[in-house]
């Protein structure tokens, strides 16, 4: 059965750090793996799609990267802003069915 | 429509009555997802349809739930007896091939059952 981790769980920095948020996943059977933002209220807004034989995908200021033999992908955030604050979710798809992580709430300090 | 379109935006309902929400998914898209996300939790999956073929299911926590998906397009959640433990947030989201193109999620539908 597919777990999605995603550590921290919360995580605050000062405008202007680069950060890093993490994901795990226990099968690395995928076909690939999507990050997304959610504001609060909102739904979820689509930032990257890894797909499987892909390493990494740049949008921006945004750089996710994919190692399915480790069960790993890393969403890092350069020059993080004030705007960048919500939370952020990973997940990964099987067959079908896409699983996500708990997600990690980040707040970026003005 | 350009994105996954849900209403209602919000219900407040009384336990015991029925609710329905619906879920208009992006022109094109063959797969459908709702997903419930409660207080402070992540998201739950409920069930999934692939064109014409049998939906999953596996997901809906009780026989109160149901959903549909008419002429593939347009799909109905109804929940049945509301319970206070059913008050969340109902996502749904469509993708244009299953399981391997990007997810794209409507706002959500708050449920709050008093």
């Known amino acids: 059965k597919q777990e999605v981790t995603q550590i921290p769980a919360a995580l605050s920095v000062p405008e202007g750090e680069n950060l890093v948020l993490n994901c795990s996943f226990t099968d690395s059977a995928i076909y690939n793996l999507q990050w997304f933002r959610q504001d609060p209220g909102k739904g979820l807004t689509s930032l990257l799609l890894i797909q499987s034989s892909q390493r990494e995908q740049t949008s921006g200021r945004l750089n996710a990267s994919l190692d399915k033999s480790s069960g790993r992908s890393t969403l890092y955030i350069a020059a993080s802003q004030p705007g960048d604050s919500a939370t952020y979710l990973c997940?990964?798809?099987?067959?079908?069915?896409?699983?996500f992580g708990t997600g990690t709430r980040l707040k970026v300090l003005a | 429509g350009a994105g996954v379109s849900q209403s209602p935006s919000n219900k407040v309902t009384e336990k015991g009555k029925d609710v329905e929400l619906r879920c208009d998914p992006i022109s094109g898209h063959t797969a459908l997802y709702w997903y419930r996300q409660s207080l402070g939790q992540g998201l739950e999956f409920l069930i999934y349809?692939?064109?014409?073929?049998?939906?999953?299911k596996s997901g809906l926590p009780s026989d109160r739930f149901s959903a549909e998906r008419t002429g593939g397009s347009v799909s109905t959640l109804t929940i049945q007896r509301t319970q206070q433990e059913d008050s969340a947030v109902y996502l749904c989201?469509?993708?244009?091939?299953?399981?391997?193109?990007?997810?794209?999620f409507g706002e959500g539908s708050r449920l709050t059952v008093l």
């Open positions: 989201a469509s993708s244009l091939v299953q399981g391997k193109g990007e997810l794209f």
């Open positions: 349809f692939q064109g014409n073929s049998a939906p999953d």
């Open positions: 997940a990964v798809s099987g067959t079908y069915k896409y699983i």
